[in-house]
C-alpha cells in the first residue's frame, strides 16, 4: 500500500501568503532605493556636485524639519508679528510722511515771516 501525500491547506496558504510578504518587502526595498528626489538627481547625478554638499543638505533638512516639529509654537508666534509688522508698515509710513511734510510747511512758513 502506497500512502498518499496529503498537504494540508493552512500550510499551502501559510507558504504562499510569506512567499508574497518577502516580495513586497523586497520590492519596497528596490523602489524605495530607485526613487530618488528630482533635485538630487539633478544636482548630484547630472551635474555631478560633491557627496560632501549632499550629506550636508540632508542634515540641515534633516535638524530644520526636527526644529520645526520641536518649536510649531514659536514658529507661529514669530510669523504673526512679522504679517502683523507687514501689514501695518504702509500706515506707519505714511504717516511719517505727513508728519514730515507739516514739519517743512511748518519751517517754511516760520521763514517767511522772518
Not at 38 to 48: K, M
Amino acid at each position: 500500500m502506497s500512502k498518499k501525500e496529503t498537504t494540508n491547506p493552512k500550510e499551502v496558504r501559510n507558504q504562499n501568503y510569506e512567499a508574497k510578504k518577502m516580495n513586497t518587502s523586497e520590492n519596497f526595498k528596490k523602489k524605495k532605493d530607485k526613487d530618488l528626489p528630482w533635485w538630487v538627481e539633478l544636482l548630484f547625478v547630472q551635474i555631478g556636485l560633491p557627496d560632501k554638499l549632499l550629506i550636508k543638505i540632508l542634515k540641515a533638512q534633516k535638524t530644520s524639519k526636527e526644529f520645526i516639529k520641536n518649536e510649531n509654537k514659536s514658529i507661529i508666534i514669530f510669523l504673526f508679528v512679522i504679517t502683523t509688522l507687514a501689514y501695518f508698515y504702509p500706515v506707519i509710513k505714511h504717516a511719517k510722511n505727513k508728519l514730515d511734510c507739516e514739519a517743512i510747511a511748518k519751517n517754511y512758513i516760520i521763514k517767511i515771516k522772518i
